[in-house]
């Protein structure tokens, strides 16, 4: 029995979450994979309810379950709190203790949406990449953090810590090479070695790491020109190996290239379970509204099935599901265009896929 840990979130999360769940319980039954559910709270629901993101049962919850669906936190209610109590620090926090270094963003177009993105077909047709983002170090967790008063008293001082070990910089090389090794054999290191110590250990340390990956073909990039040529030629790219903030970044940028952000899934892995969630926020303009696309946090499902479960076919199904639905023209408001679709809301989107997944 896999015993999946539910965590909606804030916002538009619990939508979404909701529909995925059924999704992956839709699979499981068809697929025999005997799965049992169990809700925890995060984020600002958690600070309401306990008065901190990570309430301890949620933590135990994860430590002993084999995956995590994760929704999204964070919302316009807790701005104000202080960065380390706001909801957004629960994420963070769970990433850290379960050891959740490897963030993987696979970008692909789903054909049917090819003039859905902002970008020119020619350029975004067949896009298929993978951002590999670092996710427990760098600025997000560096120490020194805070806002400190100046020593003339006059003002504060915000500081925020870019720290990075060769031990970070080793396993998360290693498993951009391995991933390139099941792709096109290219892996693209993203730094800002014109400028960063931290990224000149980077380059050093992932030069290193090549030479136990002979058949990759690796190349390295400055952060800024990579933001452009995303935008100008994404085909160039296969696996784009990356630091936390860098990869924050553009893989929202990659977004675009497939029409939405409601379209792009993630798989966060290493020691523990892997924590699955869209790279989507918690989206409280459209929260309530039956209007967030949940096929990312679907699309996450999937990654939940092949990496920690290892159901390749029931993966693929739940991908060829989501596939089938684009085609048949159902589009929720983000990914809409006037023409020959439907519009949907979360919950018909969701129904469409379970009945996709059912059919087969
Ligand atoms: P966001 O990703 O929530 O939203 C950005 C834009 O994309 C909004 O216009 C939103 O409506 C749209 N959008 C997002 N998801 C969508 C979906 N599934 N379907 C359709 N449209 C969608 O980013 P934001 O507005 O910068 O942040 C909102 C809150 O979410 C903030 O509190 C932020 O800290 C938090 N956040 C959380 C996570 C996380 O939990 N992993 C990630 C990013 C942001």
Not at 116 to 132: A, G, H, N
Not at 274 to 288: Q, R, T
Request: glycine share 10%; charged share 25%; aromatic share 4%.
């Amino acid at each position: 029995m896999a015993r999946i840990a539910v965590l909606g979130g804030d916002g538009v999360g619990p939508e979404v979450v909701r529909e995925a769940a059924k999704i992956l319980a839709t699979a499981g039954a068809r697929f025999g994979i005997p799965l049992e559910f169990e809700e925890g709270v995060v984020g600002g629901a958690a600070i309401d309810k306990h008065g901190t993101p990570l309430p301890q049962e949620t933590r135990q919850l994860c430590s002993v379950c084999d995956a995590i669906l994760f929704g999204a936190v964070g919302g316009p209610k807790w701005d104000s709190l202080p960065v380390d109590r706001r909801p957004e620090r629960g994420l963070l926090l769970l990433r850290k203790e379960l050891g959740l270094y490897a963030n993987l963003r696979p970008v692909k177009l789903f054909a049917p949406l090819v003039d859905t993105s902002p970008l020119k077909r020619e350029i975004i047709e067949e896009v298929d990449l993978m951002v590999l983002r670092e996710l427990t170090g760098g600025l997000y967790f560096g120490e020194p953090k805070g806002i400190v008063p100046v020593e003339n008293g006059k003002g504060k001082r915000g500081v925020d810590t870019l720290i990075y070990t060769t031990h970070e910089i080793e396993r998360i090389a290693r498993i951009g090479f391995q991933i390139a090794a099941q792709r096109r054999k290219r892996l693209t290191s993203v730094d800002k070695v014109n400028v960063l110590a931290s990224s000149q250990l980077w380059r050093q340390v992932v030069i290193e790491a090549a030479k136990e990956f002979p058949d990759i073909e690796l190349d390295h990039m400055l952060v800024d020109n990579c933001a452009m040529q995303l935008i100008r030629d994404p085909r160039r790219f296969d696996v784009v190996l990356t630091e936390n903030t860098f990869g924050d970044i553009l893989s929202d940028e990659a977004a675009m290239l497939v029409g939405s952000i409601g379209m792009l899934p993630s798989a966060s892995l290493g020691d523990g379970p892997g924590l699955y969630e869209p790279i989507h926020g918690s989206a409280p303009d459209i929260a309530g509204q039956d209007k967030a696309n949940p096929l990312a946090t679907i699309l996450s499902v999937a990654m939940l099935l092949r990496h920690s479960l290892h159901h390749e076919s029931a993966a693929a199904a739940i991908e060829a599901a989501v596939s089938q639905v684009l085609e048949r023209g159902y589009r929720t408001p983000d990914i809409w265009q006037p023409g020959p679709t439907v519009l949907v809301g979360t919950a018909q989107m969701g129904e469409l896929v379970v009945e996709s997944v059912v059919k087969g």
